[in-house]
């Protein structure tokens, strides 16, 4: 029997340090904002809701009792699988609008050089663009 209390107590001792790191390393990164305020909020409530799993890991045993669920430890891995996701969504979302708004600056910039050229070309037919170049080049 304190074989078993023990380990539980070195359970909890575990959990709730890593918690306390994880909740540590998301706070100063929010605080020194490397994080995008969009993204912080949630980083931070993964945090808390990781903290108290942390120092209260019997909360998860009655959440799966309650929902029904025979083995309790697998409802946070469940849950950390199911935001993984989400975030993976997420990222792919957001690598997909900002690789729309990269090919349409392209786009975008394409135009203004074949414009530049073309304006380029017209006045050096009109004989306005290249006169500095051949006057200096004669004074040499």
């Not at 890991?57 to 409802?75: M, N, R, T």
């Not at 993984?84 to 900002?98: Q, V, W």
């Not at 050089?113 to 500095?132: A, P």
């Amino acid at each position: 029997h304190h074989f078993r209390v023990s380990n539980l107590i070195y359970y909890q001792i575990f959990t709730s340090t890593v918690a306390l790191l994880f909740f540590i390393i998301v706070f100063f990164l929010i605080r020194r904002d490397s994080i995008l305020m969009g993204a912080a909020f949630r980083w931070f409530s993964i945090a808390v809701m990781t903290l108290i799993l942390g120092f209260y890991p019997k909360i998860s045993d009655v959440a799966a009792s309650f929902l029904g669920i025979s083995y309790p430890p697998i409802l946070p891995v469940t849950l950390a699988c199911l935001l993984l996701m989400i975030k993976s969504l997420l990222a792919d979302i957001e690598r997909t609008k900002t690789q729309v708004k990269l090919d349409r600056l392209a786009q975008r910039l394409a135009i203004i050089e074949l414009e530049l050229n073309e304006t380029k070309k017209h006045l050096k037919n009109e004989g306005f663009y290249g006169q500095n170049n051949t006057s200096q080049s004669t004074r040499s």
